[in-house]
């Protein structure tokens, strides 16, 4: 697909194709926040609903990236709308970081993973470790 909107036969619409990249950036925004919430949540101990509503965001987010082949859904509607090719050029973030995202968080989910699961562990062995009233 190029930028003059061939395969679609519609011609490049810019406004919408910056509205697709405002929402795209805004709903990118929002799962980072979720995944440094949790980061943080898993090296500090915490956990709650916040933690528990993170990690719904960042799951339900990394199944649709999953379920639609590791491409983000937006991107077959940004090349609708005139982007020059898909892979995350609908969102505002320098191409070199844009294409380097699955690769950064794939990590970083397992290390997340990894502490907040260290974290139930703890607090399932904290009470055999205390001593009964007496």
Known sequence: MTASGAGTGAPPRPLVLAAVKGV???AWLTVEACVVHLLVAGLT???GPRVTASAVVVAAETAVFAGNGFRCPLTDVAERYGAAD???TDIFLPEWFAHRLPAIHAPL???IA???LRNLRDRRQRPALRRAPG
Do not use: D, E, F, N
Request: glycine content about 14%.
């Open 24 to 26: 795209h950036t805004l």
């Open 45 to 47: 101990g915490r956990s």
């Open 86 to 88: 898909g892979s995350v």
């Open 109 to 111: 989910l397992v290390l």
């Open 114 to 116: 990894a502490l907040h």
